[in-house]
């Protein structure tokens, strides 16, 4: 989590205490700076574009959306959702209020919900996009709430999301450098 990587944002001070504080593995604090440096990038890039976002919220919701992880170690390594929960519930019993607890356990799923808030879906866009992934239908619910006639807000997305992407190999490495478990 104090990685001295200066190309990839440190996470947010209330993040890497809480981190800390759980002490979780430095492959999981690494995943979360990823995710987050994205994020940042992301939610700028859209600000830009016109979407108007809580990027406050979304900078939190990325930099402790897979927190639930510290009680599903296994998760690091395999797939499962069983952090979901549990991260959402490790974040409100921290004191951390629902309205930024919820993207723990909304991260993997919100655009199957065509209800999820704007910031919902930026999380789960970075949450994807750091490592490369194009997930069609997240980036349809993300389309959907851009100003612009479709095919344009399509172009001004896809130029944001390919951008991001090729950062992928360099912050890929930049996780596995961390290890699963401290040693």
Known sequence: ???????????????????????????????????????????????????????????????????????????????????????????????VPHELARFAGTHGSSWHNPDSPTEDLLVSLADKVWKGARVTALEQAVLQRMNGEEWDAFLRLDNVLSKLARQADDLLAFQFRHPVRDM
């Open 1 to 95: 989590m104090t990685d001295s990587d200066d190309t990839i944002l440190p996470l947010p001070a209330t993040a890497a205490e809480l981190l800390e504080a759980l002490a979780a593995p430095p492959r999981l604090g690494a995943h979360l700076r990823a995710v987050h440096h994205v994020a940042h990038r992301l939610t700028g890039d859209l600000e830009k574009e016109g979407l108007a976002v809580d990027r406050a919220a979304v900078l939190f919701g990325a930099a402790t959306h897979d927190i639930g992880k510290v009680r599903h170690p296994e998760e690091l390594e395999q797939p499962g959702h069983a952090h979901e929960p549990a991260g959402y519930e490790l974040l409100l019993n921290y004191g």
